[in-house]
């Protein structure tokens, strides 16, 4: 049997924790990056930040116990919550943000397992950018899931 990665799964897992959880109700959930130009005010995105440079997820490998049979794989998928407000009032949006972090953490918590994806899923680390653009303050919270899974063989 080949050899398969338990990220892709993670993500999708993701993506329906985002979209069921009701802290999150009316927030555009987002699979990765989207070409869809409609302005939106409130974004949870998965596998995706924006960042011109940054990578969507990466993976670690290691042979797990003496036969080698098993793979464990840590890997960290990067997602975002976005808010934009009308108006200079940044710390709204800041504080939208963070709110919204809280949600995707709830979601997260309520199933670390992710279906089944992965042993373990947390939020890990996130950092916060804050711009003011002309359709007024925008808050981005750049947030990364860690994952302890076995990959399947």
Not at 62 to 82: K, N, P, Q, S, Y
Request: net charge negative; charged share 20%.
């Amino acid at each position: 049997m080949a050899w398969t990665s338990k990220l892709p799964g993670a993500m999708d897992a993701l993506v329906v924790a985002f979209t069921a959880w009701p802290g999150l109700n009316g927030v555009t959930v987002r699979d990765g990056p989207s070409t869809s130009q409609a302005s939106v005010q409130e974004i949870v995105s998965v596998g995706y930040t924006g960042g011109e440079n940054d990578t969507d997820a990466e993976a670690t490998l290691m042979t797990e116990g003496l036969g080698g049979v098993v793979d464990r794989e840590l890997f960290v998928i990067r997602c975002a919550t976005a808010v934009l407000v009308g108006g200079d009032g940044v710390s709204g949006a800041r504080q939208r943000a963070y709110e919204l972090l809280g949600e995707a953490g709830a979601a997260i918590a309520a199933d670390r397992q992710l279906g089944g994806n992965v042993m373990r899923a947390m939020i890990s680390s996130h950092s916060l950018t804050m711009d003011q653009t002309a359709k007024g303050a925008q808050a981005i919270v750049t947030f990364e899931v860690s994952c302890d899974a076995y990959s399947g063989r």
